[in-house]
């Protein structure tokens, strides 16, 4: 198991920066495939990106790619979102997650194949 903290939200103005953190604890994390989800009010959750357990894999959602850059830091158990050039469509509660599975298996950006998360982070971005 993987217990996740997330951090670094808040309300920014469209065209800010923002970097997202995620503290996890429990031996597992080094392992673990992360990634970045987001869920706006009455939306589903929608893939923003995720990293491989060695790091050198990353994948980033469609509505954020060019925006967005997912990093880890295995020996501060932390994974980072730096998110540049907001905008307003980017509000949403972020939630931090991990793939316990690890390197058996793929880098997916389906939420079912995530299994520990974290309570999440508000982002407001104003217009």
């Known amino acids: 198991q993987v217990q996740l903290v997330e951090s670094g939200g808040g309300l920014v103005q469209a065209g800010d920066s923002l970097r997202l953190s995620c503290v996890a604890s429990?031996?597992?994390?080094?392992?673990?495939?992360m990634g970045w989800f987001r869920q706006a009010p009455e939306k589903e959750r929608e893939f923003v990106a995720a990293?491989?357990?060695?790091?050198?894999?990353?994948s980033y959602g469609d509505s954020v790619k060019g925006r967005v850059t997912i990093a880890r830091d295995n020996a501060k158990n932390t994974v980072y979102l730096l998110m540049n050039s907001l905008k307003s469509e980017d509000t949403a509660v972020y939630y931090c997650?991990?793939?316990?599975?690890?390197?058996?298996?793929?880098?997916?950006?389906?939420?079912?194949?995530?299994?520990?998360w974290g309570q999440g982070t508000q982002v407001t971005v104003s217009s």
């Open positions: 990293i491989n357990w060695s790091g050198h894999i990353k």
């Open positions: 429990g031996r597992a994390f080094t392992l673990s495939h």
């Open positions: 997650a991990a793939d316990s599975r690890g390197a058996l298996y793929g880098l997916s950006n389906t939420p079912i194949e995530y299994d520990n």
